[in-house]
């Protein structure tokens, strides 16, 4: 049995910082590709990022590069996301989410997250 668990979001005032982490509890964190999902009210969840079973590999959603970076560490089962330069846009839920396969790039996630709320203020 998989588990993911995401913390770390707030309410945070444009151009300021925050850091998402999300705990995968179960077996096989460093076999699997992880990735990052938000959702914002009424949209589609969209893609963020996403990061290679070793960390060798990490892809972004264009609207994110050079501002998000994501990270992982096998020591503590946990993935990363350190947004800066927020923008009232990136208001959304984040999830996270367990790739089904080993491969890279993802081609689907199998386990997700409750989500955490984000949201940047003008």
């Known amino acids: 049995q998989v588990q993911l668990i995401e913390s770390g979001g707030g309410l945070v005032q444009a151009g300021g910082s925050l850091r998402l982490s999300c705990v995968l509890i179960g077996r096989g964190f460093s076999l699997y590709s992880m990735g990052w999902f938000r959702q914002a009210l009424g949209k589609e969840r969209e893609f963020v990022a996403a990061?290679?079973?070793?960390?060798?590999?990490?892809d972004y959603a264009d609207s994110v590069k050079g501002r998000f970076t994501i990270s992982r560490d096998h020591t503590k089962n946990t993935m990363y996301l350190q947004m800066n330069s927020l923008k009232p846009d990136d208001t959304a839920v984040y999830y996270c989410?367990?790739?089904?396969?080993?491969?890279?790039?993802?081609?689907?996630?199998?386990?997700w997250g409750q989500g955490t709320q984000v949201t940047v203020s003008q």
């Open positions: 989410a367990r790739s089904e396969g080993s491969t890279w790039p993802p081609y689907k996630y199998a386990y």
């Open positions: 990061i290679s079973r070793n960390g060798g590999n990490r």
